[in-house]
């Protein structure tokens, strides 16, 4: 073969390689962007808001009874409403905790059952049992491990606490950093406890109608995961990061084989 056309075959195999490094690292962008293609200007109706959060075991309650002469209900708290002060090393301390039966001990009330009432179920129940014993209290119920889980390839994942009763998927995304560029985002994994067991549902964040969707709101306890996509190099990433090298490399292999065959 003559090395002219030797030359032009090698050029020609150079072009076809970072071709096929670029197309194959890189990642659609409508697989990068949220709820892509939604219309602008458009009020869409709420997505249905899930069922109130009902209190399992292991789920953690502070309660406090309050009224005008805090001494006259000192005997059904835990801690004096002076002393009581919160931090995350004494929650165990002020709160109690539902155990497998799904009970608490309460102070001179004994066992009461909690499992499966919401907050303002448990508020109404114990007001009852505390008006038997002194007039005029009010009581105050609150779900303390109000906790969520983000996993896999966020920027920040672990455990974050709920700071609203009524939390979106993309809020709590957003608190763990946001997806990274190497994350499924068509493919979110909600992972869920229920009554009937371990639920898992999948989530398409790049679909328009997620707003419809019933896993919209995330509940205390869920667990998102985010998969890596099947290809690791995202679209944004592309300019700058390893497919630029993994180009440079090839080059200069094939750069390399060139010089030598001269």
Not at 4 to 12: A, D, E, G, Q, T
Not at 42 to 50: G, V
Not at 67 to 89: C, H, K, Q, W
Not at 215 to 224: A, E, G, I, S, T
């Amino acid at each position: 073969m003559k090395p002219n056309i030797k030359k032009s075959v090698l050029k020609f195999t150079v072009v076809i390689c970072v071709c096929v490094c670029l197309f194959s690292c890189s990642t659609p962008m409508q697989d990068l962007v949220y709820m892509n293609q939604i219309q602008t200007g458009k009020t869409y109706e709420k997505a249905s808001f899930p069922d109130v959060y009902k209190i399992r075991t292991n789920d953690q309650l502070f309660i406090q009874v309050i009224s005008e002469d805090p001494l006259n209900v000192a005997f059904l708290n835990i801690v004096s409403t002076e002393r009581m002060s919160y931090s995350a090393g004494n929650t165990e301390l002020i709160t109690y905790l539902v155990d497998d039966a799904g009970n608490i001990a309460f102070p001179q009330l004994g066992e009461i059952g909690v499992a499966g009432l919401t907050v303002s179920d448990i508020r109404h129940k114990l007001q009852l049992q505390v008006d038997k014993y002194i007039e005029n209290t009010s009581v105050i119920v609150k779900h303390v491990n109000r906790t969520l889980t983000v996993i896999g390839e966020v920027k920040r994942p672990g455990q974050q606490a709920m700071v609203k009763n009524q939390l979106t998927i993309f809020e709590a995304l957003g608190a763990a950093g946001d997806v990274t560029d190497f994350g499924n985002r068509k493919n979110i994994k909600l992972v869920r406890e229920t009554n009937d067991g371990t639920f898992v549902a999948a989530i398409d964040l790049t679909d328009p109608l997620i707003v419809y969707s019933p896993y919209y709101y995330v509940l205390p306890h869920d667990v998102l995961y985010i998969e890596p996509a099947k290809k690791v190099y995202g679209a944004k990433t592309m300019p700058f990061t390893t497919p630029f090298s993994m180009v440079l490399s090839v080059i200069s292999t094939v750069l390399l084989i060139i010089s030598i065959s001269k």
